[in-house]
């Protein structure tokens, strides 16, 4: 297969044609197409030889595709192969609110796959001001604020409410309010 036409699909290392039925599918299963993967990868920096500044991910300026969130979290082995992570992927454009192939979003997924606290909390950050935040934020406020038959563990309440606080969005009567939904 001609390389300038395939796209490499990191989490098997094999390339793939992206006019073929094995990409759709992968797409349609929340797998993101990277122009460049470099541009989903931690930023490593530049290194200096001399007078020539050189990128490191130089190499890795070529086409890819991105499996879904909730599989680079879980997925060790992708990371040494690539310097990429949950954090990167998203800062380079992927989608908290993409639909994987349980047909939940990766955020849902994060969730309840007991995600780290700390990392979801630095996810929501990253997306704070993104359109789709914001109507999920709603949303799941208005789910704990307002419906009482609400199955609280099933949304790993104690995970959104660390989420919710430590990235100060919370009014102090929604703070109240969840604390007693909690309590």
């Given at each position: ?130 359109e789709e935040m914001k109507t999920w934020r709603n949303e799941v ?43």
């Amino acid at each position: 297969m001609d390389t300038q036409r395939a796209v490499l699909n990191i989490l098997t290392g094999r390339w793939i044609n992206p006019n073929g039925k094995l990409f759709q599918k992968l797409i349609r299963e929340g797998y993101r197409y990277a122009n460049r993967l470099s541009d989903y990868l931690e930023d490593i920096g530049t290194m200096n030889i001399g007078e020539f500044e050189l990128d490191p991910l130089i190499d890795f300026y070529y086409p890819a595709l991105i499996p879904p969130l909730s599989v680079l979290a879980i997925r060790a082995d992708i990371r040494k192969n690539f310097p990429i992570s949950v954090e990167s992927a998203v800062v380079g454009g992927m989608s908290l609110f993409t639909l994987e192939k349980n047909k939940q979003s990766s955020l849902q997924n994060l969730i309840r796959m007991n995600y780290s606290n700390d990392n979801l909390i630095t996810l929501i950050g990253i997306t704070w001001e993104q359109e789709e935040m914001k109507t999920w934020r709603n949303e799941v406020l208005m789910k704990f604020l307002h419906n009482p038959n609400l199955v609280l563990s099933r949304y790993k309440p104690n995970a959104l409410y660390d989420a919710f606080t430590k990235t100060d969005i919370l009014e102090p009567e929604h703070v109240l309010a969840l604390t007693r939904l909690l309590g």
